[in-house]
């Protein structure tokens, strides 16, 4: 390779055997601080993205994330998490994991070095020119995430990355990469760790930041969540309470008859 992969060097730390469970913490700790500080200088990176994303939704197009091993099963979280906390359609936000979903739970051999299958994946959701794809790899040599991004770039669908590397193949592959150097791990080559954090946090960026440009925040709360559980339905019912001077047990019975927050809330006013 013609860069460095700094997420490969050799830990700072020696000996991590012969530490005790309070020293392991601490330096993990240590190392975990320093995350944050790489994401900041990459918020510019992260802001383009972010915009080019927001304007192909309004179009009508959805979000994919494609990535193998750690980095897949992140993406895959990020996405499922968006129906329930923004009520939007599942298929709005999308992780697809090399090996398909039998490597979320165990590895499944070479699927992460089959450069062509990750277009074939995307071809299943039927990929088109409002959709974007951003590919993710703490390393930036993942074939299946390079090879998916190439085969969009070909036909017209804008692409991102996450890495961890500067200056890797999935990088120069990428129209809006996003490059967090967060250097060595404490245990080397483990990228499930700083730079799997660095990869959550930038994640939890994306979509939120989307999800907000497109209205599905009011103020700073879930309007529009899926209510699936009591403890989510108390929350809904306590937003509402803090929307309109209305009583409990009435904004439970708002809640129940409109089925969401905002709906409630507009009705209500509405009257």
Request: aromatic share 6%; charged share 20%; with cysteine.
């Amino acid at each position: 390779m013609a860069f460095t992969k700094t997420t490969e060097q050799s830990s700072k730390y020696e000996h991590l055997e012969k530490m005790s469970v309070q020293e392991l913490l601490f330096n993990i700790n240590q190392e975990d601080k320093t995350v944050p500080f790489a994401v900041e200088k990459t918020l510019p990176q992260i802001e383009i993205l972010v915009s080019q994303i927001v304007a192909k939704m309004k179009l009508g197009g959805r979000l994919f994330y494609i990535g193998a091993g750690t980095s897949g099963r992140l993406g895959i979280v990020d996405a499922s998490e968006c129906p329930p906390t923004f009520g939007v359609p599942f298929d709005l936000v999308n992780g697809i994991i090399a090996g398909g979903d039998k490597a979320i739970r165990s590895a499944v051999e070479n699927a992460e070095d089959n450069a062509t299958q990750a277009w074939v994946d995307l071809q299943e959701h039927n990929i088109n020119e409002n959709d974007v794809v951003i590919g993710i790899a703490a390393s930036g040599t993942t074939p299946y995430v390079i090879g998916g991004l190439e085969a969009c770039n070909q036909n017209n669908i804008i692409t991102g990355c996450i890495t961890c590397n500067e200056g890797s193949p999935l990088s120069q592959t990428a129209q809006f990469p996003i490059e967090v150097i967060v250097g060595p791990e404490f245990v080397t080559g483990s990228s499930r760790m700083k730079a799997g954090t660095a990869q959550k946090l930038v994640l939890n960026m994306i979509s939120t930041a989307t999800m907000i440009q497109l209205g599905k925040v009011k103020g700073n709360k879930m309007v529009d969540m899926q209510l699936s559980n009591k403890k989510l339905v108390d929350r809904g019912v306590k937003m509402i309470m803090g929307e309109i001077p209305v009583t409990y047990e009435k904004a439970a019975e708002l809640l129940e008859k409109y089925g969401s927050v905002r709906k409630a809330v507009e009705n209500y006013l509405a009257q």
